[in-house]
Structures are given as structure tokens and as C-alpha cells.
């Protein structure tokens, strides 16, 4: 039975790449264990279009990061989790909008401070516009800066004693790499 939906979507091209990038670290037949352990079978051979029409499900999204888990167990999975998050944004991600150009090597040569302060409050926006994902971004200084995600596809409607937003935090290592 595939998981209640929660209302909250994530546009197609966000969960493709998602999906591609899924494949790339865990190979097609990974993945399509991976869509059948999901109660996502629908998918296999059959990725979300490459649009931004907000289609794709939250409570899917989550079925997915559930899986990981399930399959290669919490440590196996996060690491999975963050090497797709990190192909996320090298996949397409990076050309998004207010992203583009984080990739160049002048985004690159800046210190640590500077990125933060350019290209966390990007990503955000990126989330913030085209899903219906709400993310926050408040600057403590200049050394700490705290990004929140009130409304997460990564974890909706999930109850952890830790984290487990692992492809998020992917995304966000490679951006700011």
C-alpha cells in the first residue's frame, strides 16, 4: 500500500534528478529495489517528467529515504543518502536558477564564510519558489548560519531520534564545496 500523501509537492524535475542520481550510486537493479521497497513501482523505467509542475509527493520523496534505509541499514543508507544528495546538485541542480554559477571557480576559490552567505539563502529560495518545501535561513554572524526546513519531503511525517535528512545534507556539501 503506498504511503498517505501528504498534499505537499516537490516539482517533477526536483524528484528526477533525484531519482537519476539514485540509480547512479546504486545501479539499475538498486534501484528499482529500491522503487519497489518504496511502494513506488510505477517508477521503474517510468522517471518523472522533466518539468517543474509540482507532482511529486512529499510522503513518496520520504518513501524513498525510508527505503534506502531499510535496504543498506542506517549507516549504509546515510551514506548512500549523501553521495546522491552530492550528485543532485552536480546533476542539474547547480544550473537552477539562483544557483547558477556556484559552480564556476570563482564561486569556488571563495572562503567558507562567503559561500555560506551566497549560497545557502540560493538553495533556499531554489526550494523555497519552485516546491512547496518552506526553508528558512538566518544568519547568527559570520561564522554560523542556520538553514531549516519546516516542511521536509526528505523526513515527512517521519519520527526519528536523529537525523535523517542525509540527501539533503548532500546537497548542500557539494553546493558549498
Given at each position: 500500500m503506498p504511503p498517505e500523501k501528504s498534499g505537499l509537492y516537490y516539482p517533477n524535475k526536483f524528484a528526477r534528478l533525484a531519482?537519476?542520481?539514485?540509480?547512479?550510486?546504486m545501479g539499475?537493479?538498486?534501484?528499482?529495489?529500491?522503487?519497489?521497497?518504496s511502494k513506488l513501482p510505477e517508477l521503474i523505467d517510468?522517471?518523472?517528467?522533466?518539468?517543474?509542475?509540482?507532482?511529486?509527493?512529499?510522503?513518496?520523496f520520504t518513501s524513498l529515504n525510508i527505503a534506502l534505509e531499510d535496504m543498506f541499514g542506517p549507516r549504509g543508507g546515510r551514506g548512500l543518502a549523501l553521495r546522491a544528495g552530492r550528485q543532485i546538485f552536480s546533476g542539474g541542480l547547480s544550473s537552477f536558477g539562483a544557483l547558477a554559477g556556484?559552480?564556476?571557480?570563482?564561486?569556488?576559490?571563495?572562503?567558507?564564510?562567503?559561500?555560506l552567505k551566497v549560497g545557502v539563502p540560493a538553495m533556499a529560495n531554489i526550494f523555497r519558489e519552485f516546491s512547496d518545501q518552506v526553508s528558512n535561513v538566518h544568519d547568527?554572524?559570520?561564522?554560523?548560519?542556520?538553514?531549516?526546513?519546516?516542511?521536509?519531503?526528505?523526513?515527512?511525517?517521519r519520527k526519528s531520534?536523529?537525523?535523517?535528512c542525509y540527501m539533503g545534507q548532500g546537497l548542500l556539501q557539494e553546493g558549498l564545496q
Amino acid at each position: 500500500m503506498p504511503p498517505e500523501k501528504s498534499g505537499l509537492y516537490y516539482p517533477n524535475k526536483f524528484a528526477r534528478l533525484a531519482i537519476v542520481a539514485l540509480e547512479d550510486v546504486m545501479g539499475k537493479n538498486g534501484l528499482n529495489t529500491l522503487l519497489n521497497l518504496s511502494k513506488l513501482p510505477e517508477l521503474i523505467d517510468n522517471y518523472p517528467p522533466d518539468t517543474l509542475d509540482k507532482a511529486f509527493d512529499f510522503a513518496d520523496f520520504t518513501s524513498l529515504n525510508i527505503a534506502l534505509e531499510d535496504m543498506f541499514g542506517p549507516r549504509g543508507g546515510r551514506g548512500l543518502a549523501l553521495r546522491a544528495g552530492r550528485q543532485i546538485f552536480s546533476g542539474g541542480l547547480s544550473s537552477f536558477g539562483a544557483l547558477a554559477g556556484v559552480t564556476d571557480v570563482a564561486f569556488k576559490v571563495l572562503p567558507l564564510n562567503a559561500k555560506l552567505k551566497v549560497g545557502v539563502p540560493a538553495m533556499a529560495n531554489i526550494f523555497r519558489e519552485f516546491s512547496d518545501q518552506v526553508s528558512n535561513v538566518h544568519d547568527e554572524g559570520s561564522d554560523k548560519i542556520i538553514y531549516t526546513m519546516e516542511t521536509c519531503a526528505l523526513c515527512w511525517n517521519r519520527k526519528s531520534d536523529k537525523a535523517v535528512c542525509y540527501m539533503g545534507q548532500g546537497l548542500l556539501q557539494e553546493g558549498l564545496q
